[in-house]
């Protein structure tokens, strides 16, 4: 920190986001092109390389690599103008993983991707409802505007219908996808003209032209814009900051991230309509100061990467004060100091030291401990946020280890696993350990799981995907009744909440109409019902 810069003015400067996208819509292209912008990286591309050369240190990121995918969310960090972004990378496969949607707990705005020719599709949807249960701001982008689509007016509406949040272009396009001249900036009326770049390697001019010019240069396409911009006017769909913050409403930009068209506008808009990070609340619903004692909470786990290392990666978000390396603190659930020497930051998978951080960082904590997802740390006087919620799991299979002479590693591996959060362990009474249920959101965690039970806990499990279809929360009494109908299993979690289980989600729907007296809650109640 420059001496004389207070840690209020640090907070203020930092963007914490994430991109959110059903997979090919283009995240990953947009985060290339941000890192381009923002002079993070010299070329376009680099970051994939650069995955792709690591991918050959780790057996770990050899199973990504067989997959084509990334199971790991990294941050970037990367100054723009005078501010400082955190990106917070969400896997874009198309199996969800928990991880995906704890990343969404640490950040203060989102910026959704869609694909002109698709709208909203599923995971846009899943991951959007995470969001709205945080009543996150969220930024769209309508991207590939350089090829085909459907007609941006009735992307809107269906933002509108189908999530909920009222569309407010803040560019607005000139020509139809496919047929794209560039964008007029509602607020200014100033229209910046489309260049086409190949693949976008480098950053795409950008030739700002004045209203008459345009209307003489692009004829139709410019009337059927401006008619499009009358139209915003009248229903007065304009960008309004209040209810963007409250997570109301959405400011709309189009563009193409192949071709690098509209990414520095939607910079500028990280930079101007997103907010810095907030005070967070504890769990006693009082507003941590910014400016007080350090403290955070870890999100995301991630154990293992590396063979050569064996190490464990905590993920925490300052939330307020300022951290130092090598500082003290303490973990607040087990009342132990947590190691604060070897804090990293992750650029793309090469893990840099980092020196200090500041509300809205993301550090990485190598062998801190034994933290886990929802923990806070803190300095001084003690203070708990709330946990990172488990969200309700969509797919289940039994576990069993093929060999019972591990039964022991098997059972600490079931044990760590589940602490990191790769899946949820559900414990059958009468059988104990030996045949557990795993839970999760997507059929990724259990590849994971059983990769990391043979690899690092020498207990190779064979793992059998199981009929269920919906879990919920239910207590002793509404059990002795479940356990009555076919189709349903009473399980444990390891905190000794009761669940249940049911192969037909369809007679869970009928059992919550006909029995209201059960309890059958929800697991997490931000997620669609199942
Ligand atoms: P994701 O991370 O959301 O999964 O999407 P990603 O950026 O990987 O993009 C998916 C595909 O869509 C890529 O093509 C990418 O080049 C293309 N794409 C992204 N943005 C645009 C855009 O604005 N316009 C057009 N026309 N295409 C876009 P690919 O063929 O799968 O990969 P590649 O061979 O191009 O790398």
Not at 19 to 29: C, E, L, N, R
Not at 289 to 294: I, K, M, V
Not at 410 to 426: C, H, I, T, W
């Amino acid at each position: 920190m420059e001496p004389g810069t207070s840690i209020l003015t640090e907070a203020a400067r930092r963007r914490t986001f994430a991109i959110i996208s059903h997979p090919d819509a283009g995240k990953t292209s947009l985060t290339e092109k941000f890192l381009l912008y923002a002079g993070a990286v010299q070329e376009a591309g680099s970051v994939r390389a650069r995955t792709g050369q690591r991918s050959a240190t780790s057996d770990w990121m050899e199973m990504e690599k067989q997959r084509g995918i990334s199971i790991s969310s990294t941050v970037l960090q990367f100054p723009y103008r005078d501010h400082v972004f955190n990106l917070l990378d969400t896997p874009g496969h198309r199996d969800f993983s928990e991880d995906t949607y704890r990343v969404l707990a640490a950040v203060d705005a989102v910026i959704m991707v869609l694909d002109t020719a698709k709208g909203i599709e599923s995971q846009t949807l899943k991951l959007f409802n995470v969001c709205r249960s945080r009543n996150l701001p969220v930024l769209t982008f309508f991207n590939k505007f350089d090829r085909p689509g459907r007609d941006p007016l009735e992307l809107l509406d269906e933002v509108e219908q189908q999530i909920g949040l009222r569309a407010t272009p803040a560019t607005w396009p000139v020509g139809i996808p496919g047929d794209f001249r560039g964008t007029i900036d509602r607020r200014t009326g100033e229209f910046t003209k489309y260049t086409r770049t190949a693949r976008g390697a480098a950053a795409a001019p950008e030739e700002i032209i004045p209203a008459e010019r345009a209307a003489a240069e692009e004829g139709d396409a410019w009337k059927v814009a401006l008619d499009g911009c009358g139209l915003l006017d009248a229903i007065g769909a304009d960008v309004d900051l209040p209810s963007f913050l409250a997570g109301k409403s959405t400011p709309v930009f189009v563009g193409s991230a192949l071709t690098n068209f509209g990414v520095r506008a939607l910079l500028d808009a990280v930079a101007e309509l997103a907010p810095p990070p907030l005070p967070r609340v504890d769990v006693n619903d009082n507003e941590r100061p910014l400016d007080a004692n350090f403290a955070g909470f870890v999100f995301k786990i991630q154990a293992n990467m590396d063979p050569n290392h064996r190490d464990r990666l905590a993920f925490a978000r300052v939330c307020s004060g300022r951290f130092e390396r090598g500082m003290d603190a303490e973990c607040l659930r087990s009342g132990r100091a947590v190691g604060t020497k070897y804090a990293t930051t992750a650029f793309g998978n090469d893990r840099e030291t980092i020196e200090e951080a500041f509300p809205g960082d993301i550090i990485g904590l190598v062998n801190a401990g034994d933290l886990r997802i929802g923990d806070t740390i803190f300095q001084g006087k003690k203070i708990e946020f709330p946990g990172v919620p488990r969200f309700a799991p969509e797919v289940f299979a039994s576990a069993r280890p093929l060999d019972r002479g591990k039964i022991k590693q098997f059972r600490r591996g079931l044990e760590q696993l589940d602490e990191e959060g790769v899946v949820q362990v559900l414990r059958d009474l009468d059988f104990g350990d030996t045949e557990p249920v795993l839970a999760a959101v997507g059929v990724l965690q259990f590849e994971v799981f059983a990769h990391r039970l043979a690899s690092e806990f020498n207990a190779p499990a064979e793992i059998v995907s199981s009929p269920y279809q919906a879990m919920r929360l239910t207590d002793k009494a509404s059990a002795e009744r479940l356990r009555q109908i076919g189709g349903i299993r009473i399980l444990y979690r390891a905190n000794d909440e009761m669940v249940a289980l049911f192969e037909n989600k369809y007679r869970l729907q009928r059992l919550m109409n006909d029995e209201p007296e059960l309890r059958l809650d929800p697991v997490f109640d931000g997620q669609p019902d199942q």
